[in-house]
């Protein structure tokens, strides 16, 4: 059984996981688990939880970016942990934060090179935010490219309660994964590597 620590900026991201340990109740998924149960049902469990503002930064021997900090620093607590595999998801928030991108990526590669094969890694960037990746899970065409507010006027339109986690899992648990659009890149790529880590698509 595989042990995965997951981090997320809140509750949509994280469900219970985003409350002190007393609080959470395994029962109460967010988007991240609840991809990763679309992914691969069985063979894996969540062993622990951070939220991206309370991520521990790495404390490194040169200038390093913020997010590339914030990436080791939850790969560290993830190996300390004794989990297998991370798991997060950092919203964009916008093309004006490409370099946000950039260093998440390279704290990635970073913690590949540091770990290797003993923490597997699912992480990335959803762009612009994981409310866009529930479009493209709903089928919707040029995900990436809409602002805030045609994001949240198409979920709307489909039922999804803003903010309300419950009404974002139901998203990911019903979405059709074989329909999701080829240009929605982020979302097919951080299922790419939770597929490499977890198993196979189904």
């Known amino acids: 059984m595989k042990k995965v620590f997951i981090a997320g900026e809140g509750p ?5 996981w985003a409350k002190e340990p007393q609080y ?14 679309r992914v691969n049902p069985s063979g894996w469990t969540v062993s622990g939880s951070r939220r991206w503002k309370h991520i521990r930064k790495y404390v490194a021997n040169s200038p390093t970016p913020k ?17 297998d595999v991370l798991a997060f998801v950092r919203d964009r928030d916008g093309p004006k934060n490409k370099k946000r991108q950039q ?32 479009c493209a899970l709903l089928g919707k065409i040029k995900s990436e490219k809409m ?12 039922g999804v309660e803003l903010k309300d986690t419950s009404s974002m899992v139901d998203v990911v ?13 982020s ?12 198993g196979e698509l189904i």
């Open 67 to 83: 997010e590339k900090r914030n990436v080791l620093g939850v790969a560290l607590e993830a190996v300390e942990s004794g989990c």
């Open 187 to 198: 979302l097919r790529g951080w299922l790419d590597m939770a597929n490499a880590a977890l």
């Open 103 to 134: 260093d998440v990526e390279e704290g990635i590669r970073t913690d590949q090179e540091m770990h290797g094969q003993s923490l597997g890694i699912i992480g990335g960037m959803a762009i612009e935010r994981i409310e866009s990746w529930l």
């Open 12 to 16: 949509n991201d994280l469900g219970s």
């Open 24 to 37: 959470r109740d395994p029962s109460y998924p967010g988007v991240v688990e609840s991809l990763l149960l």
């Open 147 to 158: 602002g805030t507010s045609k994001v949240d006027e198409f979920l709307v339109g489909k």
């Open 173 to 185: 648990e019903k979405a059709e994964m074989d329909k999701i659009p080829s240009d929605a890149v």
